[in-house]
């Protein structure tokens, strides 16, 4: 079993900047990928970012060149620097782990962006 911890999120105005952070715990492997997905109200579930292991990452084209994934393998911790932000990027954010067996989540922790 895996357990996710996120923390970070809050209340911000238009233009302003977050830094999520997802802890990780239990029976992790170095080889996992890692990322965060969101949820707006009334939507589904969607990708924001991954990274993998080696420190590939992949952003959804709303978030290119305003959010950048990072990952510290030692510490088994996932960031989400978030810059510029607008009001729809309101929304749940979840962290996540995956390999090919299984696929965990974080409980998400909310942002809101308004002015």
């Known amino acids: 079993q895996v357990q996710l911890v996120e923390s970070g999120g809050g209340l911000v105005q238009p233009g302003g900047s977050l830094r999520l952070s997802c802890e990780a715990s239990?029976?992790?492997?170095?080889?996992?990928?890692m990322g965060w997905y969101r949820q707006a109200p009334g939507k589904q579930r969607v990708l924001v970012a991954t990274?993998?292991?080696?420190?590939?990452?992949n952003y959804a084209d709303a978030v290119k060149g305003r959010f950048t994934i990072s990952r510290d393998n030692a510490k088994n911790t996932v960031d989400l620097h978030m810059n510029s932000l607008k009001p729809e990027d309101t929304a749940v954010y979840s962290c996540?782990?995956?390999?090919?067996?299984?696929?965990?989540w974080g409980q998400g922790t909310q942002v809101t962006v308004s002015s």
């Open positions: 996540t782990l995956w390999n090919l067996a299984n696929r965990y």
């Open positions: 239990g029976s992790i492997n170095s080889a996992d990928n």
């Open positions: 990274i993998t292991s080696a420190g590939s990452t």
